[in-house]
């Protein structure tokens, strides 16, 4: 093992245990779990953000997006603004620029 893993214990219910252990090698079990953990912790992580930012895009905010048309077309938009950046930096003619700048 690797300096910068820990060993800890964990308790699992039995049928997901058994499942697992029928499922996932002996020595591939830790790497899988670790993996399956960091993922849903990634999902945890994207319900706390859309929970805390609830509301912040509101019609009266941004009355373009009201409906499939204004929402398609502000999709479009972005789209094809990403799409000639990405364009551009491929033939290198844009520098990174950071967000705070």
């Known amino acids: 093992m690797s300096a910068n893993h ?3 214990n964990v308790m699992f219910p039995e049928d997901v245990l058994a499942e697992l252990r029928k499922t996932v090698p002996a020595r591939e079990r830790s790497a899988f779990i670790a993996e399956a953990t960091r993922r849903q912790l990634v999902m945890l992580k994207q319900k706390v953000a859309v929970h805390e930012t609830a509301g912040a895009w509101s ?4 009355p ?3 409906g499939s048309a204004g929402v398609y077309t502000y999709r ?8 000639e950046r990405l364009h551009r930096v491929a033939e290198g003619g844009v520098e990174y620029v950071s ?3």
Do not use: D, F, P, Y
Not at 59 to 62: I, S, V
Not at 76 to 83: G, I, L
């Open 6 to 8: 820990i060993r800890t």
């Open 59 to 62: 019609r009266e905010a941004h």
């Open 64 to 66: 373009e997006l009201v």
């Open 76 to 83: 479009n938009e972005t789209e094809q603004a990403w799409t």
């Open 99 to 101: 967000s705070g700048q």
